[in-house]
């Protein structure tokens, strides 16, 4: 595993997706007759990355880090407080919805729940056809045509046009999904936990479908998701999110091997890694404590202070600025690399059985 | 299953034999009679768990792993179940016991951990006064006393400011403090065996790693026994001393963690293995998921009910899997039980499997 380089070579000209300081404050509301905004739930405050064609995106964060709420800002689901985002160089966060039309054929949505997200009144044809017909991209009488060659690149057969989502599995209906999200031929797909709602051995197949496709068509992936190990497989490139904001960028190996930010360390250390722990016995754990603070009234200074044992005065007063560290980008006044995953490859030795085989009779 | 047939059954109920492990579960069949048919949730399963250890069940949704846990705590309805087969707790016969026994047993020598902390914490009372209820239940003190009680579990599952807290009602908890809440819960009448099921899927990783600490904090200091039931390899890796693979109901594998992840010999561990992405292994090797999906239990299928997934069937002669019921038997290690058809499972996994399985 080489060390890729942020921006791919083919595509070092203008970024795919551009974010620039992106910021979604929801208000919070008094009841009453007069609703007056008594607070800001800062769900994301001043988020910057680039999706370059044809790659993948990860977002990584815990419930209520603002990952899922950026995927939304980024195919305009929500509009955004401030900031901009460019998709091939034309500015987006503040275009009408006409106006967005065209661009929302190039950026489609795959949700995580496959039980809610297909409407269970209309067959699988109407479903996948439905972003054909709203854009007409494809004339009236060739929509079954192009649904049923959908159908059969997503793995299903392409005869249940005419099934209705409650026949299917939650791992077919997932495919369902990714098949709608096809349908324009997108260039860039914001998946969110595309996968955490399924079995473990549905997960494969359907991680393994999007990998096929990202191949083959050139898809650019925002992969959000929650799962370490996941998200390390599909993404070449990784951004952590921590309450609204991002702490660390960079490739899979800075992120995985030397990860700079504690929160990225912490969060590494505390995914269950199975192989390692069946055949080295488990690693030590960074222990974090408490829980994440609320978004509504987040930590002055850096938002991850107040769990950090690294953490001083400094830490409390200023906001370290996301800052480029050896290619990598990091928020942290005293970023410094840990290495708290072992890799394969690097010799783990069998006979080192570790502590929990000791205990055993 | 064999090792535990050839015990001697105690039947004096309640007085533990000095060798028999705390919960023994044997030959347990659990099923569900509907409009559609019968659904066999559980079929001949057998396992034990001694004190101070701890069994981590694993399998997909629909494997029956819940199912049979919930039958130790007897919370199958037996108007709509039928159960046969037995389950001893602490030398106690569960199956079939009446409602006295099984309100003695439960919460006080056994208790559980459920998976969502929400839904299984009454919204409309206090913290405290749920522990409070627990406690008196099964211990004679005044409210006062077990109070004092509630706030020291609180204390002890790590919750800040207990006295406070205890006052405070489920919604005012985040997730990992209410899963922590239940863990005092459950823990206030030092029961000798937790049943946790699916404990952390619903929590954020960093907190899912408290409270897997705490439970085995837990268990090390009141030396009871645990059964770990979850779908993520992950946490039986992390927790668990010994490992059983349940599939369409059944035992499919069983044997020590580190034999279950290192050398399985059953094509659906194999597949388990395969699925799941890891933070160390290549990323560039493609998961090698399961085709197909899980089997329905109104319907199972014939033979080995793995079978119609299983890419390593056609190395069976005579297509017996499709025909014949494998029996659980002996693996290459001498705790390891294995339900497959194949003679040679722990060379076809050292010579095709483990190079693609485990990356």
């Given at each position: 595993m080489t060390a890729e380089p942020l921006a791919t070579p083919q595509s070092s000209g203008s970024p795919l997706l551009e974010v620039n300081d992106l910021v979604k404050h929801f208000p919070i509301k008094s009841s009453g007759l007069i609703r007056r905004t008594i607070g800001q739930v800062q769900a994301v405050d001043g988020v910057s990355f680039t999706v370059h064609s044809g790659e993948a995106l990860g977002l990584v964060g815990e419930s209520g880090c603002g990952k899922t709420t950026t995927g939304r800002l980024v195919t305009r689901l929500y509009e955004p407080t401030s900031g901009s985002m460019k998709f091939?160089?034309?500015?987006?966060?503040t275009l009408s919805s006409r106006q967005m039309l065209p661009y929302r054929r190039e950026i489609q949505l795959i949700f995580q729940d496959p039980y809610s997200s297909l409407n269970p009144r209309h067959t699988v044809g109407t479903i996948v056809g439905a972003p054909m017909v709203?854009?007409?991209?494809?004339?009236?009488d060739k929509v079954k045509g192009r649904v049923q060659e959908l159908l059969e690149i997503v793995g299903l057969n392409p005869e249940h046009y005419n099934r209705y989502p409650n026949e299917f599995s939650g791992g077919q209906r997932q495919r369902i999904g990714i098949a709608r999200s096809l349908a324009l031929n997108p260039k860039l797909i914001v998946a969110d936990e595309p996968v955490s709602a399924l079995d473990v051995s549905i997960q494969a197949q359907v991680i393994n479908l999007l990998r096929d496709l990202q191949k083959e068509f050139g898809i650019a992936f925002l992969f959000i998701a929650h799962d370490l190990a996941i998200v390390r497989h599909f993404c070449p490139n990784i951004a952590v999110m921590y309450l609204g904001k991002i702490v660390e960028v960079g490739n899979r190996a800075q992120i995985y091997e030397t990860p700079h930010h504690p929160y990225t360390q912490a969060l590494l250390s505390a995914a269950p890694d199975v192989k390692q722990a069946a055949i080295g016995g488990r690693r030590e754990r960074i222990r974090l404590e408490g829980d994440v603070p609320s978004p509504i009234n987040p930590p002055s200074g850096c938002r991850f202070r107040t769990r950090c044992w690294k953490a001083q005065d400094v830490c409390a007063k200023e906001e370290p600025p996301l800052m480029q560290i050896g290619g990598r980008q990091v928020a942290c006044h005293f970023a410094e690399p840990i290495r708290v995953v072992t890799i394969a490859d690097s010799t783990a030795p069998e006979a080192n059985s570790g502590r929990r085989e000791s205990d055993r009779v | 299953m064999t090792e535990t047939l050839d015990k001697t059954e105690p039947k004096a109920p309640s007085h533990r034999d000095g060798d028999e492990p705390y919960l023994v579960v044997e030959d347990l069949t659990v099923q569900f009679p509907t409009y559609d048919g019968l659904v066999q949730a559980v079929t001949e399963l057998s396992y034990t768990v001694k004190l101070g250890q701890t069994l981590g069940i694993v399998g997909e949704s629909g494997s029956g792993k819940s199912v049979s846990s919930m039958a130790v705590?007897?919370?199958?309805?037996?108007?709509?179940?039928r159960m046969t087969g037995s389950i001893r707790v602490g030398g106690t016969e569960v199956i079939g016991a009446?409602?006295?026994?099984?309100?003695?047993?439960?919460?006080?020598d056994v208790a559980m951990i459920f998976q969502d902390p929400l839904t299984s914490l009454h919204p409309f009372?206090?913290?405290?006064?749920q522990i409070v209820e627990a406690y008196r239940l099964h211990n004679d003190v005044s409210k006062k006393a077990a109070k004092l009680r509630a706030v020291e579990m609180l204390d002890r599952v790590g919750i800040p400011q207990p006295d406070r807290r205890v006052n405070d009602y489920p919604h005012q908890f985040s997730g990992g403090m209410r899963q922590r809440a239940m863990i005092a819960m459950s823990l206030v009448n030092n029961p000798q065996l937790l049943i946790a099921d699916e404990p952390t899927t619903a929590l954020d990783v960093t907190v899912q790693a408290?409270?897997?600490?705490?439970?085995?904090d837990l268990q090390r200091e009141y030396g009871s026994a645990v059964v770990m039931i979850t779908h993520d390899l992950g946490v039986i890796a992390?927790?668990?001393?010994?490992?059983?693979?349940?599939?369409?109901?059944?035992?499919?594998?069983?044997?020590?963690?580190k034999h279950i992840l290192t050398h399985p010999e059953m094509p659906y561990t194999w597949g388990l293995l395969g699925s799941i992405a890891d933070v160390s292994g290549d990323p560039e090797k493609p998961l090698v998921p399961i085709p197909g999906?899980?089997?329905?239990?109104?319907?199972?299928?014939t033979g080995c009910a793995f079978h119609p997934r299983c890419p390593h069937r056609d190395k069976v002669e005579g297509n017996r899997c499709a025909t014949d019921l494998p029996e659980l038997r002996k693996g290459r290690f001498p705790d390891h039980l294995m339900r497959c058809h194949l003679d040679d499972a722990a060379a076809i996994f050292e010579a095709e499997v483990k190079e693609e399985v485990l990356r």
């Amino acid at each position: 595993m080489t060390a890729e380089p942020l921006a791919t070579p083919q595509s070092s000209g203008s970024p795919l997706l551009e974010v620039n300081d992106l910021v979604k404050h929801f208000p919070i509301k008094s009841s009453g007759l007069i609703r007056r905004t008594i607070g800001q739930v800062q769900a994301v405050d001043g988020v910057s990355f680039t999706v370059h064609s044809g790659e993948a995106l990860g977002l990584v964060g815990e419930s209520g880090c603002g990952k899922t709420t950026t995927g939304r800002l980024v195919t305009r689901l929500y509009e955004p407080t401030s900031g901009s985002m460019k998709f091939e160089g034309h500015e987006i966060s503040t275009l009408s919805s006409r106006q967005m039309l065209p661009y929302r054929r190039e950026i489609q949505l795959i949700f995580q729940d496959p039980y809610s997200s297909l409407n269970p009144r209309h067959t699988v044809g109407t479903i996948v056809g439905a972003p054909m017909v709203v854009h007409k991209t494809v004339p009236k009488d060739k929509v079954k045509g192009r649904v049923q060659e959908l159908l059969e690149i997503v793995g299903l057969n392409p005869e249940h046009y005419n099934r209705y989502p409650n026949e299917f599995s939650g791992g077919q209906r997932q495919r369902i999904g990714i098949a709608r999200s096809l349908a324009l031929n997108p260039k860039l797909i914001v998946a969110d936990e595309p996968v955490s709602a399924l079995d473990v051995s549905i997960q494969a197949q359907v991680i393994n479908l999007l990998r096929d496709l990202q191949k083959e068509f050139g898809i650019a992936f925002l992969f959000i998701a929650h799962d370490l190990a996941i998200v390390r497989h599909f993404c070449p490139n990784i951004a952590v999110m921590y309450l609204g904001k991002i702490v660390e960028v960079g490739n899979r190996a800075q992120i995985y091997e030397t990860p700079h930010h504690p929160y990225t360390q912490a969060l590494l250390s505390a995914a269950p890694d199975v192989k390692q722990a069946a055949i080295g016995g488990r690693r030590e754990r960074i222990r974090l404590e408490g829980d994440v603070p609320s978004p509504i009234n987040p930590p002055s200074g850096c938002r991850f202070r107040t769990r950090c044992w690294k953490a001083q005065d400094v830490c409390a007063k200023e906001e370290p600025p996301l800052m480029q560290i050896g290619g990598r980008q990091v928020a942290c006044h005293f970023a410094e690399p840990i290495r708290v995953v072992t890799i394969a490859d690097s010799t783990a030795p069998e006979a080192n059985s570790g502590r929990r085989e000791s205990d055993r009779v | 299953m064999t090792e535990t047939l050839d015990k001697t059954e105690p039947k004096a109920p309640s007085h533990r034999d000095g060798d028999e492990p705390y919960l023994v579960v044997e030959d347990l069949t659990v099923q569900f009679p509907t409009y559609d048919g019968l659904v066999q949730a559980v079929t001949e399963l057998s396992y034990t768990v001694k004190l101070g250890q701890t069994l981590g069940i694993v399998g997909e949704s629909g494997s029956g792993k819940s199912v049979s846990s919930m039958a130790v705590l007897g919370l199958h309805d037996v108007k709509r179940s039928r159960m046969t087969g037995s389950i001893r707790v602490g030398g106690t016969e569960v199956i079939g016991a009446n409602d006295q026994v099984m309100r003695r047993i439960r919460g006080n020598d056994v208790a559980m951990i459920f998976q969502d902390p929400l839904t299984s914490l009454h919204p409309f009372y206090t913290i405290g006064s749920q522990i409070v209820e627990a406690y008196r239940l099964h211990n004679d003190v005044s409210k006062k006393a077990a109070k004092l009680r509630a706030v020291e579990m609180l204390d002890r599952v790590g919750i800040p400011q207990p006295d406070r807290r205890v006052n405070d009602y489920p919604h005012q908890f985040s997730g990992g403090m209410r899963q922590r809440a239940m863990i005092a819960m459950s823990l206030v009448n030092n029961p000798q065996l937790l049943i946790a099921d699916e404990p952390t899927t619903a929590l954020d990783v960093t907190v899912q790693a408290q409270i897997l600490d705490l439970i085995q904090d837990l268990q090390r200091e009141y030396g009871s026994a645990v059964v770990m039931i979850t779908h993520d390899l992950g946490v039986i890796a992390e927790i668990a001393d010994e490992v059983l693979v349940m599939y369409a109901g059944r035992c499919v594998e069983r044997g020590t963690t580190k034999h279950i992840l290192t050398h399985p010999e059953m094509p659906y561990t194999w597949g388990l293995l395969g699925s799941i992405a890891d933070v160390s292994g290549d990323p560039e090797k493609p998961l090698v998921p399961i085709p197909g999906t899980p089997p329905s239990l109104l319907n199972p299928p014939t033979g080995c009910a793995f079978h119609p997934r299983c890419p390593h069937r056609d190395k069976v002669e005579g297509n017996r899997c499709a025909t014949d019921l494998p029996e659980l038997r002996k693996g290459r290690f001498p705790d390891h039980l294995m339900r497959c058809h194949l003679d040679d499972a722990a060379a076809i996994f050292e010579a095709e499997v483990k190079e693609e399985v485990l990356r």
